[in-house]
């Protein structure tokens, strides 16, 4: 499911392929090796990346019903930043929240920081998903908050079976890009 601006995508595009976008031999969280990594932190802490991709993940929601947006940290949190700025100017305000890998283990030692209430239907965000292991562990921690998730939303999918095990869990996957759209 593309979003709506071809534009801005074909630039999101060539900005994640000029400065996320690495070849070589890499271990992933995931525990696997690649010949390509993508480290979309470089992308998504540019202001135009940043905007570009809040501005077409919001283009993807469309009408979805969604209280909050957000994901794990570290990867999720210029995402679900991002989302949350944009959203306010689209008059359509998005609170956000991150989720720990683990609770703080200091004062309030909450294991999800920020906006989320339990009843409210969600989008979990990732940078980039491989095996959707992440992204479960977000999900997870929101359904305990008494949340729906209503999709897990990336930038980019490495078509490594992150979609097929987020759909055992009842969950759609939607990626603004793929692996291939990199011709990698």
Known sequence: M????????ARLRDIIAERSLTRGQFKLASGGESNIFFDMKTTLLDPEGAALAAALILDMLGQDQVDAIGGL??????????????????????????VRKEPKGRGTNKLIEGNLEPGWRVVVVEDVTTEGNSALKAVRAVREHGC????????????????????????????????DDFSV
């Open 148 to 179: 729906t998730v209503v999709k897990v939303v990336t930038v980019v999918d490495r078509l490594q079976g992150a979609r097929e095990n987020l759909k055992k869990e009842g969950i759609e996957l939607a990626a603004l890009f793929t692996r």
């Open 73 to 98: 940290v570290i990867g999720a949190c210029p995402v679900v930043s991002a989302v949350c700025v944009t959203s306010a100017g689209r008059g359509r305000p998005v609170p956000g929240f991150y």
């Open 2 to 9: 593309p979003p709506a601006d071809p534009k801005s995508r």
